[in-house]
């Protein structure tokens, strides 16, 4: 509790030392490269500014249920977006804007794949914190459904989120790593390491959902950026990073 009440002042002071016209998206890590395009795209053509807030879902999440000052949120899964509306924290109920993909990422001089994970070679393997991100928790559902959760639970290094994760992996801290095909799709990284992606069966599907904040005083802007998520630009973008848009496929 005194982790989520410390934060929630960071976002205060951080929002506070912004232009308060901004509108505030709060969005989960995976989505970084792609939002921020996105951001772009809109912010261009709507002539509204927005402020990105990263983090994994859970914590995101949190923070909304003890006040902080966000207009939309973006989540990585559904089940964070659809406990704030039972709290009556949203104006709508949560609507599913794209299916994530997962992948088994390194940056290091070899080509990972499940089955190399119970060898000695590989040391550290980083996962998001499957208590508040889902790209976390789907990962451990992926090496429960493999067989080999036990054997490599001693090697797990949990990242605070998806980004963080992909720090790890990138100055190779970690032999290994789980991250969001989003992530490897970018400019950014996309020539970075080796990877693999994940079998979906493998794992529940991870359905990303949007909602609006209650508490928003800016519910205008809020809905028209909302709305644009779910915009062919905006869909356009999310295919681009690999995301599964339902309707789409």
């Known amino acids: 509790m005194r982790q989520i009440v410390y934060s929630i002042l960071a976002v205060f002071v951080l929002i506070g030392c912004s232009n308060k016209s901004k509108l505030v998206v709060a969005t989960s890590a995976n989505m970084q490269f792609?939002?921020?395009?996105?951001?772009?795209k809109f912010e261009k053509e709507e002539g509204i500014a927005i402020d990105l807030i990263i983090g994994s879902s859970g914590k995101l999440s949190a923070q909304i249920e003890q006040g902080a000052p966000y207009d939309v949120f973006i989540s990585a899964n559904t089940k964070y977006p659809q406990y704030l509306f039972d709290k009556n924290l949203t104006?709508?109920?949560?609507?599913?804007?794209?299916?994530g993909r997962l992948v088994l990422w390194t940056c290091?001089?070899?080509?990972?794949?499940?089955?190399s994970l119970t060898s000695g070679a590989i040391e550290k393997i980083a996962i998001a914190n499957p208590k508040h991100a889902?790209?976390?928790e789907a990962a451990v559902s992926v090496l429960k459904n493999e067989g080999i959760y036990d054997a490599v639970l001693p090697k797990l290094v949990y990242a605070e989120s998806i980004s963080q994760c992909n720090h790890l992996i990138t100055t190779k801290a970690v032999d290994v790593g789980f991250t969001s095909y989003s992530t490897i799709s970018s400019e950014k990284m996309k020539n970075t390491g080796?990877?693999?992606a994940v079998d979906n069966t493998d794992h529940d599907p991870i359905e990303q959902a949007a909602v609006i904040i209650k508490n928003s005083d800016k519910k205008e802007?809020?809905?028209k950026f909302y709305e644009f998520l779910f915009s062919d630009p905006a869909i356009d973008i999310l295919q681009n990073y690999g995301y599964l848009i339902p309707g789409h496929e």
């Open 108 to 115: 290091k001089n070899f080509i990972p794949s499940l089955d």
């Open 194 to 196: 080796n990877w693999i």
């Open 134 to 136: 889902p790209y976390g």
């Open 91 to 99: 104006e709508d109920e949560p609507k599913v804007y794209a299916h």
């Open 34 to 40: 792609a939002v921020e395009e996105i951001q772009d």
């Open 221 to 223: 802007a809020a809905r």
